[in-house]
């Protein structure tokens, strides 16, 4: 391991990132900010292409930044896998979605595990950053680079260190985001250790790939069920006839043994609505169920069908049906001023009202299309127009919600995005 360490610490070594995505390239850009030569590796064509003409497809990577670092040869991409047994260090940054079924999917990493070990020489380092269940590192990357006939912690290291991505976030990015990291071996740790403190200002060592397995799953299952607490409050508070956002911003208060969440209308994005599906289906290989994560994902699931409740009920009180009305739905990412749209609860509310025979639109400043069952949407101009109600699903900065609030005739709010702005024609979950 002593060529490698000596590689790192001069900054000689070379890294590849499999999986360009949100993930891969954020983190290939960092590590060629500091000065690495870093070659990423994709199965889309297009996606290498755009990276090599310095053009970025992900909105936390300015063009101007990858195009400054493509020109002045520190990173390039690539869609041949043999660029692998180059690399000094590797890191394995593709998705790991739920099947049909809810089961986790590592199809994606078994794939790029099975390239890595065909390529793997002594005086590696591999780290694997897609989210997964406990073990996965240990019971099944492990084995497929074993096949290799080096030895962990002798010829080449292997570790896991969680990816912590907050797309749209101004101020937390890779390199200010504290990054965990656990190896197979001590060695492992160490030297995966080593490498990610040149790009990134604070690494947490843990004792085993499997407790960095964890600590992930566990940020995103406390997120998970602490919404899901404050989406069922918001539907007691309707009962109760008492406005919940009054409620948590109240209680947020205390200076002490509280964190205000806020309700909405249901969970997006890749991490918070799977990560803690991913824990939970590896205790039930244990024997175990994980009740609060069940419940949790429960309630979250349902508040899409919630906001429709409660935009059939503000209908109704104009003498309106859901079928036959148009519908405008502001904001389809599924958190502010970004343009993802994965798992996005705006979609689901979309296809209830289609399904309910609703005429639907959406308008999106960072969305300009979406697909919703087998058709392509655009976004439309935020104008009332001869819409019959406008439901405001994500909370976009610079959307001007006083002309909503004034101009249509029904708004359900499921983000409080027009407080301080209360009116008859307003309903907030």
Not at 102 to 123: F, G, I, M, T
Not at 171 to 191: A, D, H, L, Q, S
Not at 402 to 418: E, G, K, M, Q, Y
């Amino acid at each position: 391991m002593d060529v490698l360490r000596e590689r790192i610490e001069n900054r000689t070594a070379r890294f590849s990132v499999i999986g360009l995505g949100y993930v891969g390239l954020p983190l290939a850009v960092e590590f060629a900010r500091a000065g690495y030569a870093v070659t990423g590796v994709d199965v889309d064509a297009e996606k290498v292409a755009k990276v090599n003409a310095g053009e970025s497809y992900v909105q936390d990577v300015p063009t101007e930044v990858l195009a400054s670092l493509v020109a002045d040869g520190l990173l390039s991409a690539s869609v041949d896998f043999d660029v692998l047994a180059e690399a000094d260090v590797v890191s394995i940054c593709v998705p790991t979605p739920l099947s049909k079924t809810k089961d986790p999917d590592v199809s994606y990493v078994v794939a790029s595990s099975e390239e890595l070990a065909q390529r793997l020489r002594k005086n590696q380092l591999v780290i694997l950053e897609s989210t997964t269940y406990p073990g996965t590192t240990e019971e099944l990357v492990l084995p497929i680079l074993t096949s290799s006939n080096l030895e962990v912690g002798v010829d080449y290291c292997l570790a896991f260190s969680p990816e912590r991505v907050d797309p749209g976030n101004r101020e937390y990015g890779v390199r200010n985001t504290p990054k965990v990291v656990g190896g197979i071996t001590e060695t492992c740790t160490e030297m995966a250790t080593l490498f990610l403190s040149g790009a990134i200002e604070t690494v947490v060592p843990v004792s085993s790939t499997g407790a960095a397995e964890t600590v992930k799953l566990l940020e995103n299952t406390f997120r998970s069920v602490n919404i899901g607490l404050v989406n069922e409050l918001a539907i007691m508070c309707e009962r109760l006839g008492v406005d919940v956002w009054e409620v948590i911003k109240a209680a947020a208060t205390k200076p002490f043994g509280f964190m205000p969440f806020f309700p909405g209308p249901g969970l997006g994005g890749h991490c918070i609505p799977i990560d803690p599906l991913y824990l939970s289906w590896k205790l039930k290989t244990l024997d175990y169920r994980a009740r609060f994560i069940e419940l949790a994902g429960e309630v979250n699931a349902r508040m899409p069908d919630y906001v429709i409740a409660r935009t059939v009920k503000g209908l109704n009180e104009q003498k309106k049906p859901v079928n036959g009305s148009k519908f405008l739905i502001i904001g389809v990412a599924y958190k502010p001023d970004i343009d993802d749209v994965r798992e996005s609860p705006a979609l689901d509310i979309l296809k209830l009202l289609r399904r309910q025979g609703g005429e639907v639109a959406y308008s999106d400043p960072y969305v300009p299309e979406i697909r919703l069952n087998g058709d392509t949407l655009q976004s439309v101009p935020l104008e009332a127009k001869d819409y019959d109600c406008a439901i405001i699903a994500t909370n976009h900065r610079g959307v001007d919600f006083s002309a909503v609030v004034r101009d249509f005739p029904l708004v359900i709010d499921t983000r409080n995005a027009t407080e301080g702005m209360e009116a008859p024609n307003v309903v907030k979950l």
